[in-house]
C-alpha cells in the first residue's frame, strides 16, 4: 500500500522556468515532509522539509508547500537550472522521524 | 570528512548463495536505515536500527538479515530465501528529527 505517491513520473521544464513537482499522502497521521534529490548511481540528498506546523518552507530556489486538508504538498523550483535535472522524492514521516515513506519519484528535466 | 561508505558499488551473487552489503558512517549517528530501490518504485524500508544491537524490522524484510554490533557499521546479509534480490540498495543514517544521510548505493544482480 503507497501511503506516499508521486503521480507523474517525469517532468520537462526550459530553464529559467518554474518546476512544479507534486507529492499525495493518504495517512493523516504523517507530521515531517522531505524532498531528496537523487542523480543516477548515487544516493538521495536531502533538499529541503517541512513540518507539518507550517504550510509553507523555503530555501533558495526551492519551496515547498504543505497543504494539510488536501494531504499534498508540493516543491517549487524557481528559475529551473540544467543542473537540476534529477529524480525528485518526496518522503513523510510519523513519529520521531524514524521511519520514512518515500514516493516513487518524478524524473525533472530542465531543458537549456 | 563525514559520510556513509557503502561497499561495494556493484556486487553479483550466485542463486542460493547469501552475501552482505557493508554500511559504515562517520557522522556519529544513532539511526541507520537499509532501503531497496526497484525501477518505478520508491524507496522500501528493509530494516532500521536506532541504538546498537538493536533493530527493527521495515516493510520488505524478508530474505533479509542485519546486524549493528558498532554504532559506524550496520550490514546487510541478503539470504538465499530472498526471492527477487536484483535491485539498488541504499543504506541510511540519521540522528534524532534530522533528515536521512544516504550512501551512495549498492547494485546487486544475481548471475
Known amino acids: 500500500d503507497q501511503q506516499v505517491k508521486q503521480n507523474s513520473p517525469s517532468l520537462s521544464v526550459q530553464e529559467g522556468r518554474i518546476s512544479i513537482l507534486n507529492c499525495d499522502y493518504t495517512?493523516?497521521?504523517?507530521?515531517?515532509f522531505l524532498w531528496y534529490k537523487k542523480y543516477p548511481a548515487e544516493g538521495p540528498t536531502f533538499l529541503i522539509s517541512i513540518s507539518s506546523i507550517k504550510d509553507k518552507n523555503e530555501d533558495g530556489r526551492f519551496t515547498v508547500f504543505l497543504n494539510k486538508s488536501a494531504k499534498h504538498l508540493s516543491l517549487h523550483i524557481v528559475p529551473s537550472q540544467p543542473g537540476d535535472s534529477a529524480v525528485y522524492f518526496c518522503?513523510?514521516?510519523?513519529?520521531?522521524?524514524?521511519?520514512?515513506?518515500f514516493g516513487t519519484g518524478t524524473s525533472l528535466t530542465v531543458i537549456p | 570528512d563525514g559520510g556513509i561508505t557503502q561497499s561495494p558499488k556493484y556486487l553479483f551473487r550466485k542463486e542460493g548463495q547469501n552475501v552482505t552489503l557493508s554500511c559504515e558512517q562517520n557522522l556519529n549517528h544513532d539511526a541507520m536505515y537499509w532501503y531497496r530501490q526497484d525501477p518505478g518504485q520508491g524507496l522500501r524500508l528493509i530494516y532500521y536500527s536506532q541504538i546498537v544491537n538493536d533493530f527493527q524490522k521495515g516493510d520488505i524484510a524478508e530474505g533479509y538479515s542485519v546486524s549493528r554490533e558498532k554504532k559506524e557499521s550496520f550490514p546487510l546479509t541478503v539470504t538465499s530465501a530472498q526471492k527477487n534480490p536484483t535491485a539498488f540498495y541504499l543504506c541510511a543514517s540519521s540522528m534524532g528529527w534530522q533528515p536521512q544521510h544516504f550512501g551512495d548505493g549498492t547494485r546487486l544482480s544475481i548471475l
Open positions: 495517512n493523516s497521521m504523517f507530521d515531517y
Open positions: 518522503a513523510a514521516s510519523k513519529d520521531t522521524g524514524n521511519q520514512f515513506y
